[in-house]
Each structure stands twice: as C-alpha cells, then as structure tokens.
C-alpha cells in the first residue's frame, strides 16, 4: 500500500462536485491519499473558469452538476491533455458518449476505488489536442 500511495503523493487534483459535503468528503480522503486539492468548483460556470488554465495534474468530475451534464468542462480538460475521471450514481450511460473509455467512480465509492482510478487516469494521460 505505501508504494501505491506514494505514487500519488503531491498530485495536484481539481474536484468539480455539486454537493459541498461529499466536495469536503472527498478533499479529506484525497488529502489521505497525500494529494493535494489545488482547485474546486460547486457549478459548472465555476469549473469551466477554473479549467481554462489549468494548474493541476488529475480532476474528479461529477457528471451531472445541478442538472447540467459536465461535458463542456471534459471537453476543455481534454483539449488541455488533462487526465480526469468521473463520478456519478447513475453508472456509465451518465456519461458523456465521447468519454465512457474514462475511469468511471459509481457513487458511493471507497478510498480504494478513487486511489485506483486516479492511478488509471493519470497512467493514460493523453496529449493535449491541437
């Protein structure tokens, strides 16, 4: 386990998630994943903001913030070659169609679950599109 944590250890993480307890939730477990938080959002005017000049290595995205789709903030963090993973409870088909390859968290989820897919997403991190 020390290995897989300290192969995390200063990642930069941007969390987008609608829902402030399980945003704060989530920070605390990243934190003990020895990650650092370096960016968040509650909407999705606020992640698209904060995705255009990105200054982290991985986001978590929530797949549906407050009835609209995340799609747009994928978009711009794919274009920026920014490795992200969603999380939602509704399973893959809430994901955008253009993006079902990417590591999927199915709410509720477990520290081991999120250690994992970050571990995926940042492994096959693509190029930034032209």
Do not use: W
């Not at 939730?25 to 255009?52: F, I, M, Q």
């Not at 982290?56 to 711009?76: C, E, K, T």
């Not at 920026?80 to 509720?108: E, Q, V």
């Amino acid at each position: 386990m020390a290995g897989q944590l300290s192969s995390l250890a200063g990642t930069r993480v941007f969390v987008v998630e609608d829902e402030a307890l399980v945003l704060m939730s989530l920070e605390d477990t990243l934190a003990g994943l020895a990650c650092t938080v370096v960016a968040s959002a509650l909407s999705l005017d606020e992640a698209l903001a904060k995705a255009t000049e990105p200054t982290f290595d991985v986001a978590i995205l929530d797949v549906n913030l407050g009835g609209h789709s995340v799609g747009p903030v994928a978009d711009l963090l794919a274009k920026h070659g920014i490795p992200f993973i969603f999380a939602s409870g509704y399973g893959a088909p809430s994901l955008p169609a253009s993006y079902r390859d990417r590591p999927l968290l199915t709410k509720p989820f477990a520290d081991v679950e999120l250690r994992a897919a970050l571990l995926k997403a940042l492994a096959s991190a693509r190029p930034a599109s032209p």
